[in-house]
């Protein structure tokens, strides 16, 4: 099989890598094994476009079946039946072979013609760790909300922050939990939020240089991150949602936090 041809070359990443992935997508690793991957993901641009490309695959099969009793199985009957290494590396080929529709569905692919400001950085990092936990269903956080005065003090020792955590209550959006995460700087933080539809906001967190900065918009496919800066410590809160509705949060979350949201509002 030439490079052309040859998915494992065209990716970058070895066949074990790409079997870990579609493992990661259908939740078969192991408690340490999904956390090391989690991790890793976090900080990994590429690795984490190529696992939300595998999501969008999966839903665009379940779509594929329009009885609801075949999509509530299809997982099980499309994507379980790898029951050896040779189909589920033989699942994650064929996925990335036929990515590039899908890969558009998911929105996911960006080849930046320059290198990004600290502040575009900042905000592709809490877009990647949104792509990677908030479609979580059975791990979303690693402290739930009814510890949230320990997850606030724990992360707030770790980043060597006073940490405070938002209400959303307003947008009908209530706090799951959060857990710490691998930033490109030090520690940072993940703050998760759901409404009763399933929808999912996150806000990431993280020491910062500046002191203050204005608000700025990351767009990634149907994906938004409005990022901002205030008394040293990044914000960045991403969600799949109208941008004007999104960007309304950020100013709330902004001001709640202490911030300066006036000039942009």
Known sequence: MSDDLDPTAASGFSVAALRAFSAF??????????????????????????????????????????????????????LHTRVNRWHRTAFAISA????????GLAGVISSPVAPPSAQTAFAEQ????????????????????????????????????????????DYGYALLGGRLLPGADGPAAQFMYE???????????????????AIRVLREGDRRTFSWANDQIGY???G?????????????????????PEPWR
């Open 240 to 260: 799949q949602m109208a941008e004007g509705q999104l960007r309304k949060i950020a100013v709330d979350v902004c001001s709640e936090l202490g911030g300066h």
């Open 25 to 78: 997508v259908d939740d078969e690793l192991t408690e340490a094994e999904r956390l090391t991957l989690g991790a890793r993901l976090t900080v990994d641009r590429r690795a984490a476009n190529l696992v939300a490309r595998y999501r969008a695959q999966r839903a665009a099969l379940r779509v594929l079946f329009a009885d609801p009793g075949a999509q509530a199985s299809v997982s099980c009957v499309v």
């Open 126 to 169: 809490a877009d990647v760790a949104y792509v990677v936990y908030a479609p979580e269903r059975r791990h979303p956080v690693e402290v739930t909300a009814a510890r949230e005065g320990a997850l606030v003090d724990w992360l707030s020792k770790r980043l060597n922050r006073p940490l405070s955590v938002p209400s959303l209550r």
């Open 195 to 213: 409404n009763g539809a399933g929808a999912r906001l996150t806000l990431y967190v993280s020491p910062a240089s500046q002191r203050e900065t």
């Open 96 to 103: 990335l072979a036929a990515g590039a529709t899908l890969a």
């Open 236 to 238: 960045a809160l991403s």
